[in-house]
C-alpha cells in the first residue's frame, strides 16, 4: 500500500477540521489468469462495483437488499480469508475494498465457490472509498488485516496506519463499531497500538493485544509470517 498526505477543507461528513487525506494506494491494472478472467465474466455483475462509478453515501439496505449490520474491509487481496470470513459473519453484510483486478477477480472466484451472499467487493482506493462513499456513523465494524508493512524507514510515511487515518475510522464507526487490525511486523503493530490509544474517538477493548477473531482463519499473509518466526499481533478499538 502506498499513502500520500492530501490537504482538504472542513466539510460536514464528521471529520475533525485538521485531517489530511491519506490515499491508501492508487488503482492499478494486472491481466489477469483464465480462472481470474472466467470468475470475473461469470459474477462481476453480481458482486463486483467499481469506486469510480458510485456515488455516496453508500446505502447497504439498498446494495444487499436487507438491513444488516455494515463491515468493511480494506485490502481483501485475493479473497479466500474474505470468503470464509463472509460465510463466518451471515447476520452482517460486507464491502471488501480491493484495488488490484486479478484480486477482485480471484475474490469473485472464492465466493461464487463459498457461495455466499452478504459481500460486495468495490475495487477503488479503501481510503476514498470511506472518505467519499461512506457516511460517518455508519460502520458496524472495519477490518484491516496484514497492511504492507514498509518496514524500511525512509518508507515509514506510506504506512497506511496514522493519526488521520485512525480519525478518519473513528468518524465512520457506529457508536461501539470495532476496528480490527492484524500484522506480524512488530515495529508496525506498535505503531498501530500507539496511534489508535491516542485517537480520542477510539477505545482499546483489551489491555494490550487482542486475541485472534474466531471468525478470522490463517491468512496466506499470517501464515508466511508464522514460517518466518513472526509474532501475529491483532488489534480491537471499539468507537466511543
Not at 1 to 13: A, C, E, H, N, V
Not at 200 to 213: D, F, Q, S, V, Y
Request: proline share 6%; aromatic share 8%.
Amino acid at each position: 500500500m502506498q499513502d500520500s498526505l492530501i490537504r482538504t477543507g472542513t466539510t460536514g461528513d464528521g471529520l475533525p477540521a485538521h485531517f489530511r487525506r491519506v490515499v491508501s494506494f492508487h488503482p492499478r491494472g494486472g491481466r489477469l489468469n483464465a480462472v481470474q478472467r472466467r470468475a470475473f465474466q461469470a459474477h462481476a455483475d453480481r458482486w463486483y462495483l467499481e469506486a469510480g462509478e458510485l456515488t455516496g453515501p453508500l446505502d447497504g439496505t439498498t446494495l444487499f437488499g436487507r438491513a444488516a449490520p455494515l463491515i468493511m474491509e480494506i485490502g481483501s487481496g485475493m479473497g479466500e480469508s474474505t470468503a470464509a470470513m463472509a460465510a463466518a459473519r451471515p447476520e452482517a453484510d460486507l464491502l471488501a475494498i480491493e484495488v488490484y483486478k486479478p484480486g477482485v477477480a480471484q475474490t469473485l472466484h472464492h465466493l461464487n465457490r463459498t457461495g455466499v451472499q452478504n459481500v460486495r467487493v468495490v475495487r477503488g482506493d479503501g481510503v476514498q472509498v470511506l472518505t467519499d462513499l461512506i457516511a460517518p456513523g455508519s460502520l458496524a465494524e472495519l477490518w484491516l488485516f496484514f497492511p504492507d508493512p514498509w518496514p524500511k524507514t525512509r518508507h515509514f510515511k506510506r504506512r497506511l496506519v496514522t493519526p488521520e487515518f485512525a480519525e478518519l475510522v473513528a468518524s465512520r464507526l457506529r457508536r461501539g463499531g470495532v476496528f480490527r487490525l492484524a500484522t506480524d511486523w512488530a515495529p508496525y503493530a506498535e505503531r498501530m497500538l500507539a496511534v489508535c490509544a491516542a485517537t480520542k474517538g477510539l477505545r482499546n477493548l483489551h489491555a494490550g493485544w487482542a486475541p485472534r477473531p474466531a471468525f478470522r482463519p490463517r491468512t496466506r499473509f499470517e501464515r508466511r509470517g508464522l514460517a518466518e518466526g513472526h509474532e501475529i499481533f491483532d488489534l480491537e478499538f471499539s468507537r466511543r
